[in-house]
Every structure is written in structure tokens, then in C-alpha cells.
């Protein structure tokens, strides 16, 4: 059974004085999963109530506008792209500003069987590549080579199975690190790997981010539930094995293996050259700013507005 949200206090380990807790609600992008491990650590290992926090967890689906949920007082803190703060912002002037960033690294890659021989961006052109609707990443990537979307065969994807690829019908899947190269290479495939970041595409996957309002009005709370959020992320990552039996207590349907080894993958996009868990940088931004208006998906928008290093400043600058 799916716990889809869960609160946690334990009072016993708790000064008397600190009982007054803040209710706290996240917003996950997707199901569960250990995409999302280092929220579970906080609540299962007690890292929120350690900062005075009873937090609920919901999940995510594919319906759900994690925006909009966010927007309307449904919750106080959601995960989204780093794409998703910059034109929800540039669209519709949403009052949202990432805090801090899990994958420092997109999980997001394109791949192919080793026999296909695709082994650098050019060597996609005519080949068929699963290409998703306001995929931003692979046009940006061929346009270092010179090419557009125009010079591969683009497949639409049909569902989430992946008996298209295993058959030849597509060369190049798009998929995540994470989870469908996990899956192909359980189904016995060796693979070659296309990582845009190789290739100067930088872009935020999971994104934490709060209101204006939440920001301007209660700094404190923000700063400690990015503490004990952070911590969560240094537990996980210290402990895959452990975080991936914590995924099964959010849903019991899920494959242990399957989730220690999606953890196990997540490792080097989260833990990175780029600056300890969760740091965010101008230049990222910046870049990710100028791909999307050069693709014509959004304005120009203020880039500096869209995100704040404040509490990651406060949180780290203070240890």
C-alpha cells in the first residue's frame, strides 16, 4: 500500500520547549521512488523534527501541476525541473525561486546498443531517436555538431514500454541514467551512453523550490527544512542500500534491487565537481536561461530573481 503523505514527530527525542512544530508540506514531481531518497531520510531518520518540523510528504503524478499545487497553498516546498522554474516565471510571472538542487547532473541521457555504434552526438543523424515533446535538451546538444532535430528520424513514445528499443525499432532511446539504462542493461544490453553534460548542456533536474512569499515571510523555516533536507542527501548518499528499503515504505510495490541500484546511479549526479549537495550556480542558470529562449519555448526572463543561494550560503557558510 502507497503511503502518499506522511507526517513524522518524535516528540521523545524533543526539548520540551521545542514541541511546537511547523507543519510542513513537500510536493514531489513524480511517484515514489528513490529519486527522492534524501526527502524520505529526513522524515524516516529524524532530521525534520530535529528543526522543529512535522513534514508531509506527497506524491507526485502524471496530472498533478506541482506549480500550481505549490501556488495554492496545497504545499510549502515542491521539486521541479530547473526548466520548469525559468518559464513558469517567464510565462505566467509565477512568484517561485529554487532553493537548492539535487541533480547537479540531468539523469536525463540518450542511448544506444553498443552494436549501433552511436557513440557521439553526430552519429545520431538518421538514425531513429526517441524524440519527447519539449524535450529542450536534444536540440541543444545536436546544435553543437551543427545539426537539428530535422537530421534524426524522431519516433514518438508510445508508453513507457521499451520493446521498441529492445526490438531495433529505435536506435537512440531518451530515457533517464536512473532508471531505463538501469533497465536495459538488466535486460542483458550493453549500452553507449550519450551524457549532454559532456557536451556543455547544463540543465538542473530536480529542483527544490518555495514561494516569494514563503521566502520574504519565513526565512527560519526555509533555512531549517533545507538543513534537514541537505542532511537527508548526505545520509542517503553515505547509504544507498538503507535508502532504498526507506522507498519501499512509501510504496511497497516497488523492487528493492531496482531502487538501491537507481540510487547507487544517482550517486555522481548528485555528489558532483560542481560544489557540495544541493549548490546552485549563475552560470547553470544562465545557461539554461539562453537554451530555452534560443529554442523559442520561452522570454527572457530575470535570471538571478528565478533563484536564491541564500539559505545553501547560510546552511553551509555556518558549519
Not at 530547473?82 to 541521457?109: D, K, M, N, T
Not at 555528489?271 to 529562449?293: C, F, K, N, P
Request: net charge negative; proline share 4%; with cysteine.
Amino acid at each position: 500500500m502507497k503511503r502518499w503523505a506522511l507526517s513524522f514527530i518524535l516528540v521523545a527525542l524533543i526539548p520540551a520547549a521545542c514541541l511546537a512544530m511547523d507543519d510542513v508540506a513537500i510536493q514531489l514531481k513524480w511517484y515514489h521512488s528513490t529519486q527522492f531518497a534524501g526527502v524520505y531520510a529526513a522524515a524516516e531518520n529524524g532530521l525534520f523534527a530535529e528543526q522543529g518540523i512535522e513534514v508531509s510528504i506527497f506524491e507526485g503524478t502524471k496530472e498533478l501541476d506541482e506549480v500550481e499545487f505549490l501556488l495554492s497553498g496545497g504545499a510549502d516546498f515542491a521539486i521541479v525541473s530547473g526548466s520548469e522554474v525559468l518559464r513558469r516565471r517567464s510565462e505566467e510571472g509565477a512568484p517561485i525561486v529554487a532553493i537548492a538542487v539535487v541533480y547537479q547532473i540531468s539523469p536525463s541521457v540518450y542511448f544506444s546498443k553498443v552494436g549501433k555504434g552511436i557513440v557521439t552526438p553526430p552519429d545520431m543523424a538518421g538514425r531513429t531517436v526517441l524524440v519527447y515533446g519539449g524535450d529542450e535538451i536534444l536540440p541543444a546538444l545536436l546544435a553543437q555538431f551543427g545539426l537539428t532535430v530535422d537530421d534524426v528520424v524522431p519516433v514518438s513514445p508510445r508508453g513507457i514500454s521499451m520493446d521498441a528499443f529492445y526490438n531495433d525499432e529505435v536506435d537512440v532511446w531518451t530515457g533517464y541514467l536512473t532508471d531505463q539504462v538501469l533497465a536495459a542493461r538488466d535486460a542483458g544490453y550493453e549500452l553507449n551512453v550519450l551524457f549532454p553534460s559532456d557536451y556543455g548542456i547544463h540543465v538542473y533536474a530536480d529542483t527544490v523550490i518555495a514561494t516569494e512569499r514563503m521566502i520574504e515571510e519565513n526565512p527560519d523555516l526555509v533555512e531549517r527544512f533545507l538543513r534537514a533536507l541537505l542532511a537527508g542527501w548526505e545520509w542517503v548518499v553515505a547509504h544507498p542500500e538503507q535508502a532504498g528499503e526507506q522507498a519501499l515504505l512509501y510504496d511497497d510495490g516497488l523492487a528493492l534491487q531496482h531502487q538501491i541500484d537507481q540510487m547507487v546511479a544517482s550517486i555522481p549526479l548528485i555528489v558532483t565537481s560542481y560544489g557540495r549537495i544541493g549548490t546552485m550556480s549563475e552560470a547553470t542558470w544562465q545557461g539554461m536561461h539562453d537554451m530555452l529562449v534560443a529554442q523559442g519555448l520561452m522570454e527572457a526572463t530575470d535570471v538571478a530573481s528565478a533563484y536564491t543561494t541564500q539559505f545553501l550560503e547560510a546552511i553551509y557558510d555556518g558549519e
